[in-house]
């Protein structure tokens, strides 16, 4: 067999895929082997500076970045259709996301609000604007990128947990509904991985806590690029019979 002739379900060759939160963490890694596998990228986020820095760490070119601020929802689907205008989309991952621990005892309601705009609201109007018949290429796949936390409770994160877990939910619906129109729409839902948000909770959390957490996962705390690869997985003709699904990336963490 030449090497021509091998099966490579994962490439994405001149794929046009827009991904969310890409100036740091999963949103980055995704972007990095999206990229490596052939995609042409719409990196968004709100810092063009660290946008910048990923563009330059991508593999091949055509791509672009998009400073922009996801809580303003409404134009979002407008947003996505004017993308169409220098190429259909292929593709949508959600990576941005918002976490804050905030026992209920000092929740207010602009936090909750902060959180459902980008983790849930935002979600919702990518999907809307990206299902437009001038938006995407048929077949095409949609990744949003949700945790654990919206599968299993954790002390602290009622809000968090809430905006997860509606995520899982959404993306049950929107693989049935979409499915109709040559569209699959799944969650990945990662446990503790090593990054930016780890490195913050570092500060607040003793040796012996964090030890702890870490025994939690049996293979360990993963990393970017661990959830990447999922991404990309169910990006690709590798997921191409998978829809309306939550794939769990946790390190054996809810296995127990």
């Known amino acids: 067999m030449t090497s021509a002739d091998k099966i490579q379900p994962m490439d994405l060759t001149e794929r046009r895929i827009v991904v969310t939160g890409a100036s740091s963490g999963i949103g980055r890694e995704t972007a990095i082997l999206l990229s490596r596998l052939g995609a ?51 593709g949508l991952v959600h990576a941005a996301g918002v976490h804050a621990v905030l026992p209920l005892r000092v929740l207010s309601s602009a936090e909750i609000d902060r959180m ?3 983790n849930v ?19 095409a796949s949609v990744v949003f990128v949700a945790s654990v936390m919206g599968l299993v409770g954790q002390p602290a994160l009622s809000t968090y947990c809430a905006t997860k877990g509606a995520v899982v ?24 991985v090593v990054g930016e948000m780890t490195d913050r909770q570092r500060s607040s959390l003793t040796q012996a806590q964090l030890e702890a957490f870490a025994r939690q996962h049996p293979l360990g705390l993963g990393t970017p690029q661990d959830v990447a690869q999922a991404v990309a997985f169910l990006l690709a003709d590798s997921g191409r019979w998978i829809t309306g699904s939550t794939l769990v990336v946790d390190g054996g963490y809810t296995a127990q």
């Open 121 to 139: 609201y935002a979600a919702m109007a990518l999907a809307k604007g990206f299902r437009r018949a001038a938006v995407s290429a048929r077949p």
């Open 169 to 192: 939910a959404m993306t049950r619906s929107l693989g049935v509904e979409l499915a109709r129109e040559g569209i699959r729409v799944n969650a990945v839902a990662p446990g503790q």
């Open 116 to 118: 459902f705009k980008i």
């Open 40 to 90: 042409r990228l719409v990196l968004v986020a709100r810092d063009s500076e660290r946008l910048n820095q990923t563009c330059a760490a991508l593999h091949g070119d055509g791509h672009e970045i998009h400073a922009i601020d996801l809580s303003n929802i409404d134009p979002l689907p407008d947003w996505l259709e004017s993308l169409a205008g220098r190429g259909t989309l292929h």
